[in-house]
């Protein structure tokens, strides 16, 4: 079955820097979009980054531009999400998620499969 598991969460002193991964298996990875989403509490689930199925165009809401990077490794089912200058309203849970290649990628109603999500934790 679809498999998509983060890992790489943790707590970090504003300024600091994290690098999260999100392991996919079940389905063909180099077909699918992958993005990157948070939730904080009492908050609605935002889009923060995605990379299409070749990881030649990415989106980053501006929020993050210039601080996360994503990637991917199709070799290895595999997308990353490097974080830097966190802040604490970086604070979140993150989750990784896959869409289809034929849907865009910029919203979380084109993705099919999601994680089930890495605490990140950004001290003042």
């Known amino acids: 079955q679809v498999q998509l598991v983060e890992s790489g969460g943790g707590l970090v002193q504003a300024g600091g820097s994290l690098k999260l991964s999100c392991a996919a298996s079940?389905?063909?990875?180099?077909?699918?979009?992958m993005g990157w989403f948070r939730q904080a509490p009492g908050k609605e689930r935002e889009v923060v980054t995605a990379?299409?199925?070749?990881?030649?165009?990415?989106y980053y809401a501006d929020s993050v531009k210039g601080r996360f990077t994503i990637s991917r490794d199709n070799a290895k089912n595999t997308v990353y999400l490097q974080m830097n200058t966190l802040k604490p309203e970086d604070t979140a849970v993150y989750y990784c998620?896959?869409?289809?290649?034929?849907?865009?990628?910029?919203?979380?109603?084109?993705?099919?499969?999601w994680g089930q999500g890495t605490q990140v934790t950004v001290s003042s």
């Open positions: 998620a896959a869409a289809r290649r034929t849907n865009g990628f910029t919203s979380d109603t084109f993705y099919d499969y």
């Open positions: 990379i299409d199925w070749r990881g030649g165009r990415t």
């Open positions: 079940g389905y063909t990875f180099s077909n699918y979009h």
